[in-house]
C-alpha cells in the first residue's frame, strides 16, 4: 500500500513539473505592435500637452505679460513682485521643458522598440506552423524537453529503488 501510495505521489509530482503554465503565455509579436503603438499615441498627446505648457509659460514670462498680471496687485515694491513672478514661470518653465525632454526621449525608446517588434512579427509571420515555432510558441524548447525526461527518468528510479526497499523490509518483518 505505500509502495503504490508514493508511486502515485511520484507521477503526480512528475506531471505537475512536466505540464506549460499555459497562463503565463507572453504576448505574440503582433500584439507587443499594437500595444507599442498605443503607448505612442498616448505619448504623443502627452508631449502635445507639454508643448502647449511651455508656449503658455514662455508666453506668460514676457516682461509685459507679468506686469499685466500683477496689475491688480498693489505693492511698495512691485519691482520684487515682478522678479518673484518671472523666478515661479521660470522654475515652472525649466520642469516643463524637463518633462518635454523626458517624453521625447521615451517616444525614441518605444519607436525603436516597436520597430524590433515589427521586424520580430514580420519573422513569426514568414516563419510558418513548423516545429520549432510552435515549440518556441509554447515555451518548450529542446533543451526544456530533455531536462523534464532526465527528471523524470531520474524520479522513477527513486521510486523503482523505495519500493524495492519497502518490499525488501516487509519480507524482513514477514521473517522474524
Given amino acids: 500500500m505505500k509502495s503504490e501510495m508514493i508511486i502515485f505521489l511520484m507521477i503526480l509530482v512528475v506531471s505537475c513539473f512536466s505540464t506549460p503554465a499555459f497562463g503565463q503565455n507572453k504576448q505574440s509579436a503582433v500584439e507587443t505592435v499594437l500595444d507599442l503603438k498605443l503607448q505612442l499615441i498616448d505619448l504623443d498627446a502627452k508631449q502635445e500637452t507639454a508643448k502647449l505648457k511651455v508656449q503658455q509659460l514662455e508666453e506668460a514670462l ?4 507679468i506686469e499685466h498680471s500683477l496689475a491688480g496687485v498693489g505693492s511698495t515694491r512691485p519691482e520684487e513682485l515682478r522678479e518673484q513672478r518671472r523666478r515661479q514661470l521660470s522654475i515652472e518653465k525649466k520642469a516643463a ?17 516597436l520597430a524590433a517588434a515589427e ?4 519573422q513569426q509571420s514568414a516563419g510558418g506552423p513548423g516545429i520549432e515555432n510552435s515549440l ?26 523505495v519500493s524495492v526497499l519497502l518490499r525488501m523490509q516487509a519480507i524482513q518483518r514477514a521473517l522474524r
Avoid: H, S
Fill in 62 to 65: 514676457k516682461p509685459e505679460n
Fill in 119 to 122: 521586424v520580430q512579427a514580420y
Fill in 136 to 161: 518556441r510558441a509554447g515555451f518548450i524548447t529542446p533543451t526544456w524537453l530533455l531536462a523534464m525526461g532526465v527528471l523524470t527518468i531520474l524520479i522513477i528510479a527513486v521510486v523503482v529503488c
Fill in 97 to 113: 521643458d524637463a518633462q518635454l525632454e523626458q517624453l521625447t526621449l521615451k517616444r525614441t525608446q518605444l519607436e525603436t522598440a
